[in-house]
């Protein structure tokens, strides 16, 4: 048996019931061949096409895990593979990267600047690292701006209490005056009674004005 009829054979021990019977009679490789890209030729550039589309169009999506987005894109390139498209390894790292959301700018900058080379898989587990990473940062600014907020609400809470000790101090009433200490008089050293009303002293001025008359 020569070698065509052996790998003839092969072809047909992989084919399905159906196929098998529509190819037992084709003689030669090349006419089987023929016939296979004839039936499904147009379903693979179909199937090419559905592929590539989801493929490149690709976005991460928000809460989405960079590991989830990784595997869902590298079973598309290994499905493209097996349909006989074959994309260059920089080439799909840098799809992969175009799909990744913008906080990962920064860790796609470093991977250029530092021309990393590496599979599929490596990269996809520096993404979940770079997104732990991204992740802590997140929580540690979301913590800053907490103790922020608590800080100026604090201030504020202070000021307004001050603010409210000094008007409620503008607001005390001013206890009245103390009526002025009546003084001593110096007649009889006692206080109480205007001079015009003491009694002595109008006595006084009554014998100051008879005393003339009588004497006459």
Not at 25 to 37: D, V
Not at 46 to 52: D, E, H, I, P, R
Not at 117 to 128: G, H, K, R, S
Not at 187 to 202: A, F, I, V
Request: hydrophobic share 30%.
């Amino acid at each position: 048996m020569d070698d065509d009829n052996k790998i003839r054979y092969y072809m047909l021990g992989a084919m399905s019931d159906d196929l098998q019977r529509q190819h037992e009679n084709i003689m030669t490789i090349r006419q089987m061949l023929a016939h296979l890209q004839e039936l499904f030729g147009e379903q693979n550039r179909a199937a090419k096409y559905q592929v590539c589309q989801r493929f490149f169009k690709a976005k991460m999506r928000d809460g989405q895990s960079v590991q989830d987005h990784c595997l869902t894109m590298i079973k598309d390139l290994e499905e493209l593979e097996k349909l006989g498209v074959i994309l260059d390894k920089n080439f799909q790292s840098d799809v992969i990267f175009q799909s990744l959301s913008d906080a990962y700018g920064q860790f796609i900058m470093n991977f250029h600047m530092h021309k990393m080379q590496c599979t599929l898989a490596e990269l996809m587990n520096m993404l979940v690292t770079a997104e732990l990473s991204l992740k802590g940062s997140k929580g540690s600014v979301l913590t800053v701006e907490r103790t922020s907020f608590k800080r100026k609400s604090f201030g504020k809470k202070k000021k307004s209490a001050k603010k409210q000790k000094v008007d409620g101090k503008k607001k005390k009433i001013e206890p009245k005056k103390k009526a002025a200490e009546k003084k001593k008089y110096f007649h009889c050293q006692s206080d109480g009674h205007w001079k015009r009303n003491y009694p002595q002293y109008l006595a006084t001025l009554k014998n100051k004005k008879d005393g003339p008359s009588g004497g006459s």
